[in-house]
């Protein structure tokens, strides 16, 4: 079945450092991919999305490329702050439009 | 524009008991999806209701059960609750079925089970 790999965590970097969260997935058709983010104690809020290949999803400084070739969307920030800290999904939704979840990566970034 | 809410925002149940959780949709929304997701783990998908009938289901058994009403709003019902229900349970909320249709989630309800 279809499904999501991303990058064990815990990540820490400093303040203004570049951010890379890797993720891989494996679907049978063309799904849609997005990042999600969940800060402490709260819900999970769509950071990016990417619907078709070579799409790429920006929002709040994060990118991603939609990359069939590699089956990848890694996430990207060139300079992470304090507030960046969090935990960071990577997810690909079905025809049913459920979405299917990676475990999380947590990013905590220090002054 | 209200968001998506849920209710109550956490309970402890005992093992064996039945609970049920509710989701309000964000305003013109048709479709509610219900995640489990268990401590470190990323969220997963229990079923999903467009229009008052349930259009897609995970890996759950069947005393995960749940319903949705003319107002779009839905409910989670967990029968005979075991230690590994403990989780935190997510709706969400849409504007169609597809995986173009942006889900909005609620902050949860953290389901205790001792």
């Known amino acids: 079945g279809d499904s999501v790999t991303q990058m064990e965590g815990p990540v820490t970097l400093s303040e203004e450092a570049f951010l890379t969260i890797n993720c891989t997935y494996t679907?049978?058709?063309?799904?849609?991919l997005f990042w999600y983010v969940q800060y402490p104690g709260e819900g999970l809020q769509l950071l990016l999305k990417a619907t078709k290949a070579d799409d790429k999803g920006s929002n709040k400084g994060f990118e991603a490329t939609y990359r069939k070739e590699t089956t990848s969307f890694h996430l990207e920030k060139g300079s992470v702050q304090v507030s960046d800290s969090a935990v960071y999904f990577c997810a690909l939704s079905d025809p049913f439009d459920a979405l299917n979840f990676g475990k999380g990566t947590s990013l905590l970034v220090t002054p | 524009e209200t968001g998506v809410t849920q209710s109550p925002t956490h309970l402890i149940k005992t093992r064996g008991q039945q609970v049920t959780l509710r989701c309000s949709s964000q305003?013109?929304?048709?479709?509610v999806s219900w995640y489990q997701q268990a401590l470190g783990q990323g969220p997963q998908f229990i079923f999903q209701?467009?229009?008052?009938?349930?259009?897609g289901r995970g890996n759950f058994p069947p005393r995960f059960s749940g319903l949705q009403f003319p107002n779009y709003s839905s409910e989670l019902n967990v029968n005979a609750l075991e230690l590994d229900d403990s989780a935190l349970y997510l709706c969400?909320?849409?504007?169609?079925?597809?995986?173009?249709?942006?889900?909005?989630f609620g902050p949860g309800t953290r389901l205790t089970v001792t």
């Open positions: 969400a909320s849409s504007t169609g079925t597809g995986g173009v249709y942006e889900q909005y």
């Open positions: 679907a049978t058709g063309y799904p849609s």
């Open positions: 305003s013109g929304h048709n479709t």
């Open positions: 209701y467009y229009r008052e009938e349930e259009n």
